[in-house]
């Protein structure tokens, strides 16, 4: 999924032995939600000191609009609260108009723009939601 719904047109980094490292990753959080028998979405987010980064969320084409990614990111925010995180970091091409909406209806902003983020032709931007840590 991530070949094909956020890697696509560019080298594939998230490889099946890259995945399998971060779901045995002790500071990594890995979720997925089935829907009739298949992977409809999922999304890692890793955890360093007071901060996490939202790696990977994708959900399949024919399962979007359903609110998949909007439960799977809930839950994520909720895990990076309990680990004591501060601040959700994510990134998304510049010109993936759907995903920078869709982060921004969740309470993200956008913080930089990086040039060349994902190869030289192909521009990224920095999004960070700060969490609201209780006592």
């Not at 909007?70 to 970091?89: C, D, F, K, N, T």
């Not at 993936?96 to 931007?125: C, L, Q, T």
Request: hydrophobic letters at 45%; a neutral charge; proline letters at 2%.
């Amino acid at each position: 999924m991530s070949r094909d719904y956020i890697e696509h047109g560019l080298p594939w980094g998230w490889t099946r032995g890259r995945v399998m490292h971060a779901i045995r990753d002790p500071d990594t959080n890995v979720v997925l939600v089935e829907a009739q028998g298949t992977v409809a979405g999922f999304g890692i987010m890793s955890y360093r000191d007071e901060e996490a980064h939202l790696l990977l969320l994708a959900v399949r084409p024919e399962c979007r609009r359903q609110g998949i990614a909007s439960a799977i990111l809930a839950w994520l925010e909720q895990a990076a609260r309990a680990a004591g995180a501060v601040r959700i970091r994510v990134e998304a091409r510049w010109h993936n108009d759907a995903a920078r909406s869709f982060y921004s209806e969740h309470g993200y902003h956008e913080r930089a723009i990086g040039k060349g983020m994902y190869g030289a032709a192909v521009d990224g931007v920095l999004l960070e939601k700060w969490l609201r840590v209780e006592g």
